[in-house]
């Protein structure tokens, strides 16, 4: 049974950080494509951050500069650290994957999901 499992968010001021964790269990990441999305409160759910299993990640404009998506293969878990994080990046936050040896950054293509993790930006 394949299951991600996210962690890590909470209340930040803005300017602050943040570290989300995606720990997975029944697969080995390092095989795939990777997604980080986010679905804000009245708005539909849009991607973060992608990587494939092999090369450097890719962000979305909002988060460039500022996110930075990374493995650790030994603990079969991928990692979202967030910088200077803003009042429009509060949303439930969510990572995804798929057996792919490419860049995927259409939701619909995910085939695992975790349940997400709440991240609240504010003073």
């Known amino acids: 049974q394949v299951q991600l499992v996210e962690s890590g968010g909470g209340l930040v001021q803005p300017g602050g950080s943040l570290r989300l964790s995606c720990a997975a269990s029944?697969?080995?990441?390092?095989?795939?494509?990777i997604g980080w999305f986010r679905q804000a409160p009245g708005k539909q759910r849009e991607g973060v951050s992608y990587?494939?299993?092999?090369?450097?990640?890719y962000y979305a404009a909002s988060v460039e500069g500022r996110f930075t998506m990374f493995r650790d293969k030994v603990k079969n878990t991928v990692y979202l650290q967030m910088n200077s994080l803003k009042p429009e990046d509060t949303a439930v936050y969510y990572c995804?994957?798929?057996?792919?040896?490419?860049?995927?950054?259409?939701?619909?293509?995910?085939?695992?999901w975790g349940q997400g993790t709440q991240v609240t930006v504010s003073s």
């Open positions: 995804a994957a798929v057996f792919k040896g490419v860049l995927i950054t259409r939701e619909q293509e995910y085939e695992y």
């Open positions: 029944g697969v080995a990441l390092t095989h795939y494509a």
């Open positions: 990587a494939a299993p092999i090369g450097d990640a």
